[in-house]
């Protein structure tokens, strides 16, 4: 079954300090995601992706914060200066014809 | 009013019972309605989508009341193996993005 790819599982930076997560989503899925999972919180949507630009963001989608899809496979976010409440689980997904699938998570820790 | 309600739980029920998880949603022009699980610290997976004429998958049923913006799931005959967070997600069909509640947290006891 195809999957979607998170690298890496888990990452542990210092505050201020830049990280680039990256997925590889299922190949012929059109639509990316990241959401993000602070620990005991519920699943937030940050942004969508779609034909080589962001089709929407959250609020908490901000200058901080960029994805990009830099060649045909992979899809990356990058958090440019990271903060302790940046701490979380984030979630890569992909989609075609609202069928979701999520990456199996990178979890991010800021010291 | 948040987008997405769920009572937090934990249900903590016996091996064998029924047990019925309820959702509300506030935005009703959302089109498309999923029960998700995730298991502690793991990604979300599909459990089944939810339909206005009630849809079965095993153990597993859902329904929808569009008029009172109400997710129900209901699991019977529960498993040790279904111990996880059940939770209620809308598609937002204007941009695809998923709208996730709280979740659900149920406890299935030997």
């Known amino acids: 079954e195809p999957e979607v790819t998170q690298t890496p599982s888990h990452q542990v930076t210092q505050m201020g300090q830049e990280v680039i997560l990256r997925c590889v989503p299922i190949s012929n899925h059109l639509y990316f995601y990241w959401y993000r999972q602070i620990l005991g919180q519920k699943v937030e949507f940050l942004v969508s992706f779609y034909n080589n630009e962001i089709s929407e963001k959250s609020e908490i989608f901000d200058d901080q914060f960029s994805v990009e899809r830099p060649d045909g496979s992979n899809f990356t976010l990058k958090i440019r200066s990271t903060k302790l409440e940046d701490s979380a689980m984030y979630f890569c997904a992909s989609s075609q014809d609202s069928g979701y699938t999520f990456g199996s998570g990178t979890r991010l820790t800021v010291v | 009013r948040k987008e997405v309600e769920q009572d937090p739980g934990p249900f903590n029920v016996p091996e064998g019972a029924t047990v019925a998880f309820n959702c509300t949603y506030s935005n009703s022009a959302s089109q498309s309605f999923f029960w998700y699980r995730q298991d502690c610290r793991k990604e979300p997976k599909l459990l089944m989508s939810?339909?206005?004429s009630g849809n079965e998958d095993g153990r597993f049923t859902a329904q929808l009341n569009r008029a009172s913006q109400y997710i129900s799931l209901l699991i019977r005959d529960s498993k040790l193996s279904d111990s996880a967070t059940y939770l209620c997600?809308?598609?937002?069909?204007?941009?695809?993005?998923?709208?996730f509640g709280s979740g659900t947290r149920l406890l299935v006891r030997p």
């Open positions: 939810v339909y206005s």
């Open positions: 997600v809308v598609l937002m069909d204007s941009s695809y993005k998923l709208i």
